[in-house]
C-alpha cells in the first residue's frame, strides 16, 4: 500500500484530495502548518470527519521569514501564496523523506485562483519546493501532466479528478456523492489575505525589518497607532484585548491606564521619547470614560516601576489619524 502525506488546510478542496486517494487504498496522513497568519483548527476537524492521522507542525518563525522576502512576490495584499505553498510543499517533503511516505498531495485546483493557481503558478510551486516529482494534485490530476507516482502505478490516474476554474459547484456535488456534508465555507482563514491587517503588517516591516514572530502576534491586538519611526501605541478594544496585553510586555515597553477613569489598557513599544509618549497616553486617555476632562492622570509602568503623566486627552478625530488600518 502506498502512503501520501497531504497538505491538510480542512476546507473542502483538501479533504476530497484525501478522499480521492483512500477512495483507492491509499494510506493518507495530513499535514496542517500553524503561523502568525493562520492555524490548523479547521484541519483538526476535516481531519476527524474523515478519519486519517494529522500531523500539525508551527512553522512561525521560517514562515515569517519567507513572508519578508517571498521569491515570487505578493498576492492582492501581503499574501506570498506561491512561496507560502512552495514553503509547505518543502517542509511536508522532508517529513516525507524522513517518515517514509511515497508523495505528497494537496487540494489545489488548476484555474481556482488565477494567480497562484495557473499551470505555470503549480508548476512553480512544485519546484521551489524541492520535490517536484513527488507532488499530486488530485482534485485537477486530469488536466496535467502524469507524475511519476501515476506512471509507477502508485496511484491510478483514472480514479483521480479534472476540476478547474474557480467555481466550487463540481467540488460540492461530490462532496454530496461521497457523504461530506460538513466543511467550511470557502476562502478565509489567512491574514495575509485582509487588507487591514496587511496594512498593519507592512507598516511593522517598515519600521522593524527584523520583526518576530511575537511582534507579529501583537497586530491581532486592539487598535494599533503609528506614533513616530519608532514608537507604537497598541490601545485594547476590549476585555479580551486587554487581558491578552497583560501578558505580552516586554522590558522595553510600558503600559498605560487612565489612573482615575475606566478605560483600555494601552502598550507604548519602541523608543520612549518623551513626545511619543506624551502622544500615547493622550490617545489612551481619550479612549477612557475621562474623555471629555480637561486632563487626565495616566499611569504607566515600565520595567517594574510606576509614574504618572497627567495629559490632555487627544480629540478622537486627530488619533484616528494615526491609525494603522
Excluded at 496522513?29 to 497568519?37: D, L, N, Q, S, Y
Excluded at 524522513?98 to 493557481?117: A, C, I, K, N
Excluded at 501578558?247 to 498605560?256: A, M, N, S, V, W
Excluded at 489612551?284 to 504618572?308: P, R
Aim: with cysteine; glycine share 8%.
Amino acid at each position: 500500500m502506498s502512503k501520501a502525506l497531504g497538505l491538510i488546510s480542512g476546507g473542502l478542496d483538501s479533504s476530497l484530495a484525501a478522499m480521492a486517494l483512500l477512495r483507492q487504498g491509499i494510506e493518507v496522513t495530513g499535514i496542517a502548518f500553524v503561523t502568525p497568519f493562520f492555524n490548523a483548527d479547521k484541519a483538526k476537524i476535516a481531519a476527524r470527519a474523515i478519519g486519517h492521522p494529522l500531523i500539525i507542525e508551527n512553522i512561525s518563525a521560517i514562515h515569517l521569514q519567507m513572508v519578508k522576502t517571498p521569491k515570487y512576490g505578493y498576492g492582492r495584499n501581503l499574501n506570498p501564496c506561491i512561496d507560502c505553498h512552495a514553503l509547505m510543499f518543502q517542509l511536508a517533503g522532508e517529513r516525507m523523506v524522513r517518515d517514509g511516505f511515497d508523495f505528497l498531495f494537496s487540494g489545489e485546483v488548476l484555474g481556482q485562483r488565477p494567480m497562484s493557481q495557473n499551470a505555470n503558478a503549480l508548476k512553480s510551486v512544485a519546484k521551489l519546493s524541492g520535490f517536484p516529482d513527488k507532488v499530486l494534485r488530485p482534485l485537477s490530476a486530469k488536466l496535467l501532466p502524469a507524475t511519476t507516482m501515476e506512471e509507477s502505478g502508485l496511484v491510478d490516474r483514472e480514479q483521480l479528478l479534472d476540476f478547474q476554474g474557480r467555481s466550487r459547484k463540481p467540488q460540492q456535488a461530490l462532496a454530496k456523492q461521497w457523504g461530506l456534508t460538513d466543511y467550511p465555507a470557502s476562502g478565509g482563514g489567512c491574514l495575509l489575505t485582509e487588507e487591514g491587517f496587511s496594512n498593519q503588517l507592512r507598516d511593522l516591516f517598515k519600521y522593524e525589518p527584523e520583526a518576530t514572530v511575537t511582534d507579529v502576534e501583537l497586530l491581532k491586538i486592539g487598535r494599533q497607532f503609528r506614533l513616530s519611526a519608532t514608537a507604537k501605541l497598541i490601545l485594547g478594544r476590549h476585555r479580551a484585548d486587554n487581558e491578552a496585553l497583560q501578558g505580552q510586555i516586554k522590558p522595553d515597553q510600558i503600559k498605560l491606564r487612565c489612573q482615575n477613569f475606566s478605560g483600555p489598557l494601552g502598550l507604548f513599544c519602541g523608543d520612549s521619547r518623551q513626545q511619543d509618549l506624551q502622544t500615547a497616553a493622550a490617545i489612551v486617555a481619550s479612549y477612557g470614560k475621562g474623555k471629555d476632562q480637561a486632563e487626565v492622570d495616566i499611569l504607566c509602568l515600565a520595567a517594574g516601576k510606576e509614574f504618572v503623566r497627567r495629559v490632555k486627552p487627544m480629540p478622537r478625530e486627530m488619533s484616528r489619524q494615526l491609525l494603522i488600518r
